[in-house]
């Protein structure tokens, strides 16, 4: 566990969804404390919660108890608009599927996220320093339907950069990818996360990949426990 | 295979439920419609029935009679059922008995019958003795009395020549009154809508005695309508008919005379042509034609008020010469070889009398002993043959009272009554005296009594009953007829919910679509699997098809219901559309079958073209279709490529339109600037389809969200072009319909508006044979008085077919004088069609507007090429009557009824007496004084005055029910429409939901992807609204120009607000619904 004040901290975390049977407890008084710059990836079997917990870690889902903060401020005192302002503010999102919009380029793809405040030049000109970094220079100007997969991902992981978060949360980046694919872009993860200092969190059932970052937990009957590293 | 097929339905059926709902609702406005059509006719039938009961034929001799015998004579021939009924125009008058108030009812039909009528009626017996009535229904009702009630009846007493016929009796009082107990009110199903026309409006029917109303109308032993029930068909009853006709029936006599002369005579004074013909051509035939001269003058001698009579002139004597007798010769001083002038009036076809004079050598002095015969052969003419002193005279021709005081000559009528004071040959006479009723006075054979049998039988033999007006008409055929050519209401009421079934079927289409695009895999995998792609459709259309049966099944029973409430609504909001008719539901089992399968057969063709797009594609492509992307981006670039020309070539045909229509001079352009406003629409929807995938090469322009909502609708421009295209088509529909609503009241005093200028419009029940207007003595009022033969009401009030409009005359010359109802520099070439001799002696006739033209009549009106219609004259002769124009309005006062000229009137009708109906100018400011001053004149003869612009609101109220019902169904296809694009905002939002569910992720508050979504769907929204108003705006640009319009701002607000709410309400729901159902799960799921 580390001493230094952790960017993003969960404190008994608790997820439980309603069925029509019994209750399903997903995650029961989670502790996390995720450190700046650090890299984690969180393994687990299919349906253990490993994406519910990325969520409530991503403002997207709420806990059915415990608290979330984030640079020592309460994630679950925020409203909606706070809410949405602080993912696009200090958190980078990159999912399994890349969910580009199909009719914009990969350089626009890039730059959605800044809409919400309004683009600028610098923006555009940061889209394209962080296209030319994941290796698409070339194929800025590419709808998604021109792009392979792995450069589809690479075009989500340049838009999950491009308002410089201080959190980069991917959830089973690499799971639509090749095995060489997914090695290539978490080694992009990697780099990244040390170039621009950005805390990587990654969810992934891939044990290789697993291994590429600095910590590795795993999520079992709604706990976490420590594989490798110092988190939690 | 059938398993799969029904795991499916089980598995989809929320999907299935969608396209059963959808092809339910196609199949129930279909149906409906259809079903409204069905109603009406079975109700017209209904009517039908009523208004005949077990009536086959009937003799309708209008202002002609015949002897009640006839009937009998008839009956016992033929077998059927002959009843003789009096029928006289009547006014009724009674004390209601919740008011207390006097209620006057005109045009009513007051019917004189007895026992034996009700035999064509089932279920009643009726015995009305004197001063018992039995009334209809709607009389009743309109009276406010009961059975035991007490009303006043006035009937006219009917000449038996026209009052404005030379030599008519003149009589102060033309009509009879008397007061009635009503026996029993006659139900409908009685006879109680008795009527000869066909029309689903009863008429004001009052039953009385047929003996009293003879006595009372003075015709005793006579009739005028004869009818016949079942019994003999038409063959045998024509055959029944020629043999036991008497000439004596129709008013012939014989008389004989110790001179050895045979002479026939009629009681209507002149002759009808086919008497004529048939009596001159029995040998030994000398044609007689008595008149009543004005003077007889020689040099400055004169004697006025003469008869002179044509035909038994001396042999050898010419046309120019004359014989006098002595009392004249005496009188004048004229001798043989003089000159002397005689001068007469000359009946007019406006009924006046122009005074003529024709001079004639003397042939020879008759002396006044030779004129015996004469005097006793001359024809008795009432009001003149039966007085003592000229001065009593009551004849129907202007009379100067001081030279009827001529003391001489009140000295001859004494001595010598009527004998001719001077003899000039038939020919000579028939030139001068001939007029509309007839030629002849006598016709006189050599004998005695005993030829009058063998003459009796040649006459009846040479001529045929139907053209002396004993026309025999197969009534009950021509109900049907009429019956069956009525009014479609399916039809009107299929394209009254035309774009609701459209709007049905594209969105059962679209959510087919959806549902197929749902299961693009599962085509995929059954073609991985090695289905054939036929045997994949087939999977699929059987699918589809048990779901459209089923819906078509529950769309037929909910079709019945849809029927139901529009026929409540009919009889409750919308009852001008059938003229206040109650239609009864009938819901015949072929029709409901006809709309079942045509609905299936439009939602199979919908769903299985949907079917088979989809299935096109390889087993591959379906695997991994991805429906957020326009699906047919090549085709879609080689069909631009071919037809991309084609919105620019609607834009140019559109302008072209809007130009020609605007040069064009006169006439009525509404149509082609509708046909304009349709090409636009479809120009700016093909171009707004151009503009869609020209958003896809916008990469230029700096990323924004209006940019990224802009390129969300270019994704599918297909879905986007559906819900843009329906609501265009809807708005551009509801926004022209709702235009054409027309402010009669703006042109009303317009020459060329269909009120013709004039201020008011009179009726009377009784014809006058003044024109009213006239007799207010008012420099400024004036008016036109025309004449009427009642025919079947061409308007649209009646559903029935009309197969011989009511016929009206007018003096073209009046028309043209005042410039009335066309444009000044067309009025009197229109006009003077009516006056324009015809191939076959056809008669011209103009039709009362552009609307009974063409919806009613459906036939050509033109000079040349114009469509005939065989109508019956007064004695039953076929004559032809070719439309050769229309007024030039769509509606006029004149609406339903055919214009002929006063001339052709009266040849065709010579005994329609005098002006049933009135024109009257006046200044707006006197209107309602004369308008009060009329009803209060003439109350005796029914007259109703009523401002011309009323009676067009009158006609007018059809089509405006007609607009309400298609703005209701339209409004209602809008907001199915618009559920359309609810759906398809819905569907979007479903397959966007993973790219929505990031932008949340990646910080988009809600409010941010509302504005995208709102820009998207709200240019959707904007383009659909403002197609279809600019392409409306041009389609009532004639409505625009025209001063005054009924461009009712509020009803465009109305439109405008009803598709901002279901539109945009339905969209804003589908937006708030579709972004809230999307979670951060739906990131992971693909």
Known sequence: ?232 | MLGLVARSLRHYWRMHLALLLGTALATAVLTGALLVGDSVDYSLASFAKMRLGQIRFAVDMRGQFYRDTLAERLETRSGANAEAVLRLPGIAIAQSAESGDAAQVNQVNVLGVDSAFWKFSEGISLELAENEVAINEKLASQLGIETGGELALRIVKPALLARDAPLSQSEDDTTARARCTVKRVVADTELGRFSLTPSQIPPYNAFVSRTWLQKLAAQEGRSNVLLIGDGAAGTQLEKALRDSWEPEDIGLEFLTHKSGVVQLQTNRIFFDPEASRAALEIPGAQGILTYLLNSISCGDQRTPYSFAIAGPAPPGMRDDEIVINRWVADQLGARSGDRIEMAYYQLTASNAYVEQTRAFTVHSVVEMNALATEKELVPSFPGLSDVESCADWEIGMPLDEDLLKDKANEAYWKEYRQTPKAIVTLKAGQELWANRFGNLTAVRYPGDAARVDELREALRNGMDPARAGLYLAPVQERAQDAVSNAMDFGGLFLGLSFFLIVAALLLTGLLHVFGLQQRAREMGTLGALGFRQSRIRVLFAVETFIVSVCGACLGVAAGSFYCQALIYGLGRFWQGAIAGAAIAYHGGAITLLVGGLVSLACAMITLVLGIWRQSKRSARELLHLDFTQEPAFREAKQTRFRLGFLPWLGLAAAAGLVTLSLLQKGGDTSLAFFAAGALLLASMLGLFKRILRAITSMGQTPLSLARLSCENLARRSGRSLAVTGLLSCGTFLLFSVSSMHVDLRAHARDRDSGTGGFALIAESTFPLIENPATTLNEADVSGVALRVRDGDDASCLNLNQAQNPRLIGVNPKDMIARGAFAPEAQGKALWQLLERPLDGGAVPALVGDADTAMWTLKKNADPVTGDRIEYRDEFGNPVLVQLVGTLPMRLSVFQGSLLVSSDAFTRLYPSEEGFRRFLIDAPDEKMAEVQSRLRGNYERFGLEALPTVQRLEDFYAVESTYLAMFLVLGGLGLAVGSLGMGVVVLRNLFERRGEVALLRAIGFERGHIYELLFIEYGTLLAAGLGIGAVASAVSILPTLMAAGTGVSAGSILSILLLVLVAGGGLTTAAVLGGVRMNDPGALRSE
């Open chain 1, 1 to 232: 566990m580390s001493d230094q004040v952790p960017l993003m901290e969960l404190k008994r975390i608790t997820k439980v969804y309603p069925g029509a049977g019994e209750p399903a407890h997903v995650l029961n008084n989670v502790d996390l404390r995720v450190s700046a710059g650090e890299s984690l990836a969180i393994i687990g079997p299919s349906g253990c919660g490993k994406s519910t917990l990325l969520n409530i870690m991503g403002t997207l889902d709420g806990p059915t108890s415990g608290t979330v903060n984030f640079d020592g401020r309460n994630m679950l005192t925020l409203n909606d608009r706070e809410r949405a302002d602080f993912r696009n503010r200090s958190l980078g999102f990159v999912f399994q599927f890349h969910h580009l919009l199909p009719q914009c380029t990969a350089l626009e793809n890039v730059l959605v996220p800044t809409l919400v405040n309004r683009q600028t030049e610098h923006a555009r000109a940061r889209g394209t320093h962080l296209l030319d970094r994941v290796g698409l220079a070339s194929r800025m100007h590419a709808r998604p339907g021109e792009l392979s997969g792995g450069e589809c991902q690479r075009v989500a992981v340049a838009r999950a950069l491009i308002n410089s978060p201080r959190l980069l949360l991917a959830d089973e980046p690499t799971g639509s990818l090749s095995r060489e694919g997914a090695l290539d872009l978490t080694t992009l993860l990697l780099e990244l996360n040390r170039e621009e200092h950005i805390t990587l969190v990654a969810v992934t059932h891939s044990l290789e990949v697993a291994e590429m970052m600095g910590s590795v937990l795993e999520l079992k009957n709604g706990a976490l426990i420590v594989r490798r590293g110092n988190a939690v």
